[in-house]
């Protein structure tokens, strides 16, 4: 393993894929949610909520501004550009995250196209939300990994975890949150009322899945099974009692695809995946750590 820890003080619209992307935007603003559903949308006890399908796009945003940047930085150097980050509530900066030595090439492609697909995927929303989107919240690419990593039994405390400082850190950061992605995706599909913005959402958990499914394939190329174990308990212990999360398995037995017994994908509710992004914070922390940005 090859871990480098330090220690430093540390609406309906016939959607089709030639028009999808105009029908997305006719859909997405504000009036695709007229419509309120009750949601569990807090930390901690379910409460009722009305949520707009806005809403649900947004705190789905709030989630790929941080993988956009988490990607971008990893194999750029730079994160989003000032056209892809305003919006409403507190537009926040992002501390961390420098370009990575890939020392294989492959690792670096398959980086270079997450990236690409998470800065689509912000810039999307973004179009479709219109003037309802929100900003960029500030974003930990630093201290957050440090806790996670920690909590993990990656490194001891005291010690920092650069997730950028090698090929291997980067992948074992990316699983942090990868999975997580999907889940949640999948999660706020029944909250969605409209069904070409359904639509559309499918089609982004689709290439969260596949990039989800990259990160576990090179993790396990590479025998770092105890690692992921280690950091999806971390999640697991995360998002309440419900064991929702899996490794990657071990030398004799894969397990890519984290499915339960029907060979389907878990689902996480909104509390929960707020949950594992501010790292067990009530409202905030973490990855976030002054929040997200939108009504959930």
């Not at 609406?11 to 028009?19: F, I, L, P, R």
């Not at 995250?97 to 670096?108: H, Y």
Request: glycine content about 12%; overall charge negative.
């Amino acid at each position: 393993m090859n871990v480098d820890a330090r220690c430093d003080a540390p609406e309906t619209v016939e959607v089709n894929w030639a028009a999808g992307r105009r029908a997305f935007l006719r859909t997405c603003g504000l009036a695709a949610g007229a419509a309120a559903i009750g949601v569990a949308a807090g930390s901690g006890s379910a409460r009722a909520a009305n949520v707009t399908d806005a809403d649900v796009l947004n705190f789905a945003l709030n989630l790929e501004y941080l993988e956009a940047e988490f990607y971008l930085r990893a194999t750029t150097g730079k994160g989003l550009s000032d056209d892809d980050i305003d919006g409403k509530g507190n537009q926040g900066s992002v501390v961390g995250g420098k370009k990575v030595k890939f020392d294989t090439k492959a690792i670096r492609l398959y980086a270079e196209e997450i990236a690409g697909d998470e800065k689509a995927h912000v810039q999307f929303l973004r179009a479709g939300l219109g003037d309802a989107r929100v900003a960029r919240p500030k974003i930990n690419l630093r201290a957050s990994f440090t806790a996670a990593a920690t909590a993990a039994g990656l490194v001891t405390e005291g010690q920092e975890f650069d997730a950028f400082a090698n090929e291997t850190n980067f992948l074992l950061a990316a699983f942090i949150f990868e999975d997580v992605g999907v889940t949640a995706y999948k999660g706020a599909a029944p909250l969605l009322t409209d069904k070409a913005l359904l639509e559309a959402a499918a089609g982004i958990l689709g290439v969260e899945a596949y990039h989800a499914g990259i990160i576990r394939t090179q993790l396990y190329s590479l025998g770092l099974f105890k690692e992921a174990r280690a950091i999806s308990d971390a999640r697991d212990s995360l998002d309440g009692d419900s064991d929702l999360d899996q490794g990657i398995g071990n030398a004799k037995v894969a397990n890519l695809v984290p499915t339960d017994e029907n060979g389907i994908a878990y689902s996480r509710s909104v509390p929960q995946v707020r949950s594992i992004v501010f790292l067990g914070g009530e409202n905030k922390g973490g990855f976030f750590p002054n929040g997200l940005n939108g009504a959930l």
